[in-house]
């Protein structure tokens, strides 16, 4: 362990909500659908004991998004999540929001991208309005009425997989509309994509040819066009589910070169349209906040090239920019954990348990809260 590194609290392996207070909200209707995020406050900030010298505190926010391929996944499953991250957002006493989002293919990619401008929109405006009301109801016999309040300024968004696509994705499109406001509107202070979901033009995900993802089988093309027949027939708008026999549609999707197919455009489209791909971005000149990005080695699911790729663009683009108005890139404000590990390795890692994350929550405290 480095000498400057401290001891840092983890939340429980199991039943690792047990230190939260959630509460869920509607943040978007979609054709009389909610799409629902929930707000996740450590308990102890409820606590009279611990409250009343502490009340009204501004808070980290850290935003994050859940995995499955874009096609499936909850915003509230309470083991599939980077321990370690929720952990280090307990430790310093964050707010976590963890969001839904239209997913494919009953939706397109661009209706994916829209719900994170719209939760970007009701993190601004409607966050710290919803805290207090929530809040205040926890402890509504005590005679405490906590005071919970957003730090705009201390800001992180990260997700595992396809919830790293979705935070690099946020980070980019947040980050440029706080440049156009001129500072009127908050900006993303750090981005912590962990194996995340990229270099989506490349033969892994556009090419068919054995693959062997997480040990599944290699699948028939009937199960594609067998679920899009199903899916014509009864399209309806799916944001939360869990993954089943969504996941071997992605799974199907990929081995056979077609896992673009789920995003709702023709191919020659889709591999055109800029904004879906994070590395088209970087190239015309976008900027990312301070990031860590974590990937196993062994990443049998997605694989770790892309990442190798991404972190490479970023460095050749210069395209980390701290909240300082001169956008210095610097080595140490990209952190690349590219560690020993199959997919969701980290799934169960805790925050004193191995370097790279006693390294990596350094580094993101010293980008995040400091």
């Given at each position: 362990?480095?000498?400057?590194?401290?001891?840092?609290?983890?939340?429980?392996?199991?039943?690792?909500?047990?230190?939260?207070?959630?509460?869920?909200?509607?943040?978007?209707?979609?054709?009389?659908?909610?799409?629902?995020?929930?707000?996740?406050?450590?308990?102890?900030?409820?606590?009279?004991?611990?409250?009343?010298?502490?009340?009204?505190?501004?808070?980290?926010?850290?935003?994050?998004?859940?995995?499955?391929?874009?096609?499936?996944?909850?915003?509230?499953?309470?083991l599939w999540n980077s321990r370690w991250l929720?952990?280090?957002?307990?430790?310093?006493?964050?707010i976590i929001i963890s969001a839904d989002h239209?997913?494919?293919?009953?939706?397109?990619?661009?209706?994916?991208?829209?719900?994170?401008?719209?939760?970007?929109?009701?993190?601004?405006?409607?966050?710290?309005?919803?805290?207090?009301?929530?809040?205040?109801?926890?402890?509504?016999?005590?005679?405490?009425?906590?005071?919970?309040?957003?730090?705009?300024?201390?800001?992180?968004?990260?997700?595992?997989?396809?919830?790293?696509?979705?935070?690099?994705?946020?980070?980019?499109?947040?980050?440029?509309?706080?440049?156009?406001?001129?500072?009127?509107?908050?900006?993303?202070?750090?981005?912590?994509?962990?194996?995340?979901?990229?270099?989506?033009?490349?033969?892994?995900?556009?090419?068919?040819?054995?693959?062997?993802?997480?040990?599944?089988?290699?699948?028939?093309?009937?199960?594609?066009?067998?679920?899009?027949?199903?899916?014509?027939?009864?399209?309806?708008?799916?944001?939360?589910?869990?993954?089943?026999?969504?996941?071997?549609?992605?799974?199907?999707?990929?081995?056979?070169?077609?896992?673009?197919?789920?995003?709702?455009?023709?191919?020659?489209?889709?591999?055109?349209?800029?904004?879906?791909?994070?590395?088209?971005?970087?190239?015309?000149?976008?900027?990312?906040?301070?990031?860590?990005?974590?990937?196993?080695?062994?990443?049998?699911?997605?694989?770790?090239?892309?990442?190798?790729?991404?972190?490479?663009?970023?460095?050749?683009?210069?395209?980390?920019?701290t909240m300082d108005v001169k956008c210095i890139?610097?080595?140490?404000?990209?952190?690349?954990?590219?560690?020993?590990?199959?997919?969701?390795?980290?799934?169960?890692?805790?925050?004193?348990?191995?370097?790279?994350?006693?390294?990596?929550?350094?580094?993101?405290?010293?980008?995040?809260?400091?």
């Open positions: 362990m480095d000498g400057l590194s401290v001891l840092r609290d983890s939340i429980p392996n199991e039943n690792r909500f047990s230190v939260f207070n959630i509460t869920s909200h509607t943040y978007k209707v979609v054709q009389g659908h909610e799409i629902l995020l929930d707000i996740l406050v450590p308990k102890r900030l409820l606590d009279p004991k611990f409250g009343t010298e502490n009340n009204g505190q501004k808070r980290p926010l850290l935003i994050r998004f859940h995995g499955g391929w874009l096609v499936g996944g909850l915003r509230n499953h309470e929720y952990s280090l957002a307990f430790h310093n006493n964050a239209r997913l494919l293919p009953e939706s397109t990619i661009d209706d994916l991208l829209e719900d994170l401008d719209d939760l970007w929109s009701w993190v601004i405006s409607k966050l710290s309005d919803v805290l207090n009301t929530s809040s205040n109801t926890y402890f509504e016999n005590s005679g405490f009425r906590p005071s919970l309040q957003v730090d705009y300024e201390k800001i992180m968004v990260g997700g595992e997989s396809a919830g790293g696509y979705c935070a690099i994705q946020l980070a980019l499109r947040a980050n440029k509309l706080a440049a156009k406001s001129q500072g009127n509107l908050p900006q993303i202070r750090t981005v912590v994509p962990i194996y995340p979901m990229l270099d989506l033009k490349a033969p892994y995900w556009t090419e068919k040819y054995p693959k062997n993802i997480a040990g599944n089988p290699q699948y028939p093309f009937s199960v594609i066009s067998n679920y899009f027949e199903a899916m014509e027939k009864n399209k309806q708008i799916v944001s939360s589910t869990p993954m089943g026999n969504r996941g071997v549609l992605a799974a199907a999707c990929v081995q056979h070169g077609c896992f673009l197919k789920l995003f709702g455009k023709d191919l020659d489209i889709l591999l055109g349209q800029n904004d879906i791909h994070p590395e088209d971005v970087i190239a015309s000149g976008a900027k990312l906040p301070p990031m860590l990005i974590v990937h196993g080695i062994q990443d049998t699911v997605v694989p770790v090239e892309g990442t190798d790729k991404f972190v490479e663009l970023v460095k050749k683009y210069k395209s980390i920019s890139f610097s080595e140490t404000s990209l952190m690349y954990a590219r560690v020993p590990g199959d997919h969701e390795f980290d799934f169960v890692v805790g925050l004193n348990d191995c370097d790279w994350v006693i390294k990596g929550a350094d580094f993101l405290e010293k980008h995040w809260i400091q």
